[in-house]
């Protein structure tokens, strides 16, 4: 047999009513301390997520660029460096060396000059 209680069914109203008013209490902080965040990483002058993100996927499409470039060049090159061509150290060997400006001596510190000794008589 079931009794309706009138204090039981208000106390259990109340509770509900309590706990629906403390989540929207704790939603309203929960807004509250996200918007007070927002304003102090927008001061801080931090970059959002989103937006690293997006910085971060064009430096990695870049550097993929970056290496299919340079794959590119050294297939064109023959896959040598330009300074490792076989025909540079011959060349470089037979080359007439450039003409000089000056003569070998100006370029060069002088020795110091020994004084003269007096003549002995």
Known sequence: MQTRNPLLNDFAELMSD???AAQAAGDEA???FKAQM???LAE????EREEFEAV????ARARAEAEALAR????????QKP???????????TAKPAART?????TRNPPARKAAKPKKD
């Open 18 to 20: 309590a706990f629906a």
């Open 30 to 32: 929960k807004t509250a």
């Open 38 to 40: 927002r304003r102090a």
């Open 44 to 47: 801080m002058d931090l970059v």
């Open 56 to 59: 971060k996927e064009m430096a």
């Open 72 to 79: 590119r060049v050294e297939a064109l090159e023959g896959g």
């Open 83 to 93: 300074a490792g061509k076989p025909g540079a150290k011959a060349a470089a060997k």
């Open 102 to 106: 000056r003569p070998r001596a100006a």
